[in-house]
């Protein structure tokens, strides 16, 4: 079956990189993504790549796609202590919504900033 | 622009209780969703809705049933709470008219069933 797995903690200092790992399954996803959940808040949309791209650059986030080994990272330059959050890595599932998917979710990785 | 609304913020109940969640989005999206967050679990999908006047099963149905009244919004309903649906309930929505399916994600609804 489908699974997206990720590892579950994440700690960095103030300033360094952050990079987050998630295999995925499904090499038919056509489109990853990478939500941010703060405490106590919903779940927001940080960033997403096409699966016929390898990166993609946005500000102090940088994702990365290889899709021969099915794996999906997230670097976060000079991270903050705003940063510290759970990231959920997303691939697009046909089991369910039919011909254009809905999505799964791994359990998250939960990073942890100190200053 | 509100994106996705969720009341109520916090609910307490007693098992066999019913309750209605209710959700609304203001951005004209076709799809609508309702998931559940559980520690070590992630986010599991209980029932969807790929457009107007339609609704699916997700992962996890049992005990729910869902109502999208119109375009903007998408009801989640359980008819006789255990404790077993404690949890974290957030509906999401997003516009599948491409391929492209990023969901927006309301602040959830934290439920306790005693």
């Known amino acids: 079956g489908e699974d997206v797995e990720q590892s579950l903690f994440l700690s960095v200092r103030e300033g360094d990189s952050s990079v987050i790992n998630c295999t995925y399954t499904?090499?038919?996803?056509?489109?990853l993504y990478w939500y941010k959940q703060e405490p106590g808040a919903g779940l927001q949309l940080l960033t997403y790549i096409f699966s016929n791209m390898d990166m993609k650059q946005d500000q102090r986030l940088t994702v990365l796609l290889n899709k021969k080994d099915k794996h999906l990272s997230l670097r976060i330059a000079d991270t903050q202590t705003g940063d510290s959050a759970i990231y959920f890595c997303?691939?697009?599932?046909?089991?369910?919504?039919?011909?254009?998917?809905?999505?799964?979710f791994g359990k998250g990785t939960k990073l942890s900033v100190k200053p | 622009n509100a994106g996705v609304t969720q009341t109520p913020k916090f609910q307490v109940l007693k098992t066999g209780q019913s309750m209605t969640l209710q959700c609304a989005q203001d951005?004209?999206?076709?799809?609508m969703y309702w998931y559940r967050q559980d520690p070590g679990m992630g986010l599991r999908l209980i029932y969807y809705s790929a457009s107007e006047g339609t609704t699916d099963k997700g992962e996890v149905p049992n005990g729910y049933n869902v109502s999208r009244l119109n375009k903007r919004e998408f009801s989640l309903r359980l008819e006789s709470a255990a404790p077993s649906q404690t949890s974290v309930y957030f509906c999401?929505?997003?516009?599948?008219?491409?391929?492209?399916?990023?969901?927006?994600f309301g602040p959830g609804t934290r439920l306790t069933v005693t």
């Open positions: 999401a929505s997003s516009d599948r008219q491409g391929v492209y399916g990023g969901q927006y």
């Open positions: 499904d090499s038919s996803s056509t489109y």
């Open positions: 951005m004209n999206h076709n799809s």
């Open positions: 997303a691939e697009t599932s046909y089991n369910y919504g039919g011909s254009q998917g809905n999505l799964i």
